[in-house]
C-alpha cells in the first residue's frame, strides 16, 4: 500500500513545480500580448480585452483565491489541534519554557544575521546610489501596531475571537493553557488528548486534501501576477532589485546551510529537496500564514520533526520569524536613503539591526506586510515613509521571494531546535522517499 502510493507522491510534487514555469510563461505571454494589443487592429483589441477580463480577471483571479482561501481555512484548526497536541505529549512547563527560550533566541539570532548581512552588501554595492529620486515618492503609511500593542495582545480576551481573527500568537497561548490544562487533569485530561489525537489525524488529512489543489492554484496565482506585472518592471530599480534577491539567496541557502551543518547536524541538500515545495507555495501565495499548512506537514511527515517542537516552532516563526523580509527592509533602507543623499552612520545601521529585528514580530504573515513594517524602520532612522513609493513597484515579485526564505528560515530553526531536543527523526530525515505525501 505504502509502496503504491509513493509514484502519486512525487507526482505532485513534480506537478506542482511544472505549474509554477508554466505560470510563469503563460503570463509574461499574457502580459506581452496585452501590452502589444493596446497598438494591434480591432479584432487583436477584442480578444485583448476578453482574455483580460475572463482569463486573468476571471479564472486566474478566482482560482488563486479559492486556492489561498482553502490553505488559510486550515490554519487555525491545525495549529490549535496541533499544538494541543504537542503540549500534551510535552512532559512538563519547563520543557515548553525551554523550547520556547531556544526558538525565540534563534529567530531573533537568524533576523539580526539576515539583516545585517542585507546592510552589508547592501553598503557594498550601494542600490540607488545618486539617483536623486527623493521627489518623486509617495506613499501613505498604513497604521501598525506598536510593538508594545502586540506584547500586551498576545494573551487573548476571549480565544473564539482570537480564532476567528486568526490571531497566531493569541492562539498558541490559548492553545498551550489547554494542552497543560490536559496534561494535569488525570483521567479525563487522557480522554481528551486521545480526542486532540484523532482530531490531528483528520486535520492532517483535510491538509493533504487540499494539497491537491495545489498545482491549479499555484498556476492561477502566479500567472495571475505575470499576466499583471510582466518582468519588465524589475530592470525600473535593477540595482535594489537585484542585491534584495542576491541576499536572499545569500541567506536563504548560505546562513541556513551554515545552521544546518553546524547546528542541527543534517545534511542540508536532504533538507531543501523535502522542504522546497513549501518554498513554491510560499512564492506563489506571497503569504507563510497561508503557507503554513504545507510547512508544518513537510516537517513532521519529510524531515521528521516530532510534533511536540514543530507545532509550537513554525506557528511562532510563522507569526516572528521574517529574514526575508528583514533583508528587503536593510536594502530598501540604504536605497532610499541614498536616493534621497542621505549618509547613514554607524547609529543608524545599529538602529536599522534593532527596529528591523523587532519590526519581524510585528509583520503579519500577509502578502505586503512587510512594507509597512518598513516605515517603522524608516522612520527610526529620520527617512521619510512615503519613500516606500519609490519601490512598491517592484514589491510584488520581491515580497514572493522574500516569503520563500521566511518560511525556509522557520522550518531551519525548527530543525534546529528539534535536534537539540533529540526530537529530530534521523530515520525520516535522510528517507528521500519520504516527501511527506506533497
Ligand atoms: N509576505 C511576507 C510573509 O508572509 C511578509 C512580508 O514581508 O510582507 O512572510
Not at 485583448?48 to 486550515?74: C, H, N, P, Q, R
Not at 475571537?161 to 488525570?186: C, D, K, R, S, T
Amino acid at each position: 500500500m505504502e509502496n503504491q502510493e509513493q509514484p502519486h507522491k512525487i507526482d505532485l510534487t513534480v506537478k506542482i513545480l511544472i505549474a509554477m514555469v508554466m505560470g510563469l510563461v503563460v503570463g509574461w505571454g499574457i502580459f506581452e500580448f496585452l501590452e502589444a494589443s493596446t497598438v494591434g487592429d480591432s479584432s487583436q483589441n477584442n480578444l485583448a480585452t476578453w482574455i483580460d477580463e475572463y482569463v486573468v480577471g476571471g479564472l486566474f483571479f478566482v482560482g488563486g483565491k479559492l486556492f489561498i482561501a482553502s490553505l488559510k481555512m486550515m490554519v487555525v484548526p491545525l495549529v490549535f489541534v496541533s499544538l494541543v497536541c504537542g503540549v500534551c505529549a510535552t512532559d512538563s512547563g519547563k520543557d515548553l519554557g525551554r523550547l520556547g527560550g531556544k526558538s525565540f533566541g534563534l529567530y531573533f539570532l537568524t533576523t539580526a544575521v539576515a539583516i545585517t548581512l542585507a546592510l552589508f552588501v547592501a553598503q557594498m554595492v550601494d542600490p540607488g546610489a545618486g539617483a536623486e529620486l527623493g521627489e518623486t515618492a509617495t506613499y501613505a503609511p498604513k497604521e501598525r501596531p506598536t510593538l508594545v500593542q502586540v506584547i500586551v495582545d498576545i494573551v487573548p480576551k476571549n480565544p473564539v475571537q482570537a480564532m476567528a481573527n486568526a490571531n497566531m500568537l493569541q492562539i498558541m497561548v490559548f492553545a498551550i493553557l489547554v494542552g497543560l490544562g490536559i496534561h494535569q487533569a488525570g483521567e479525563s485530561g487522557a480522554r481528551i488528548a486521545s480526542l486532540f489525537r484523532d482530531l490531528n489525524d483528520v486535520v492532517l488529512k483535510m491538509v493533504t486534501l487540499v494539497m491537491h489543489l495545489a498545482p491549479a492554484g499555484v498556476f492561477c496565482l502566479v500567472a495571475g501576477v505575470f499576466a499583471e506585472k510582466g518582468v519588465d518592471f524589475i530592470f525600473s530599480l535593477a540595482s535594489y532589485f537585484f542585491t534584495v534577491v542576491f541576499v536572499l539567496l545569500l541567506h536563504g541557502v548560505g546562513t541556513f546551510t551554515v545552521l544546518l551543518t553546524m547546528l542541527a547536524r543534517v545534511n542540508p541538500i536532504i533538507f531543501y529537496k523535502k522542504m522546497w515545495p513549501a518554498a513554491v507555495f510560499g512564492f506563489s501565495t506571497a503569504s507563510s500564514a497561508a503557507t503554513m499548512p504545507v510547512t508544518l506537514r513537510l516537517v513532521e511527515k519529510a524531515l521528521g520533526v516530532r510534533n511536540s517542537v514543530s507545532s509550537f516552532t513554525i506557528p511562532m516563526g510563522t507569526t516572528i520569524n521574517m529574514d526575508g523580509t528583514a533583508i528587503m527592509q536593510g536594502v530598501a533602507t540604504v536605497f532610499i536613503a541614498n536616493a534621497y543623499g542621505i549618509d547613514l552612520g554607524l547609529t543608524e545601521y545599529l538602529t536599522v539591526i534593532l527596529t528591523a529585528t523587532m519590526a519581524s514580530v510585528g509583520t503579519a504573515a500577509v502578502p505586503g506586510a512587510g512594507m509597512i513594517t518598513l516605515a517603522m524602520v524608516l522612520l527610526q532612522v529620520g527617512l521619510p515613509a512615503e519613500a516606500i513609493g519609490l519601490i512598491i513597484g517592484v514589491d510584488r515579485l520581491l515580497d514572493m521571494m522574500r516569503t520563500a526564505v521566511n518560511i525556509i528560515g522557520d522550518a531551519t530553526v525548527t530543525c534546529v531546535v528539534a535536534q537539540s531536543e533529540n526530537k529530530l527523526e534521523m530515520a525520516v530525515f535522510n528517507d528521500l522517499e519520504e516527501r511527506g505525501q506533497v
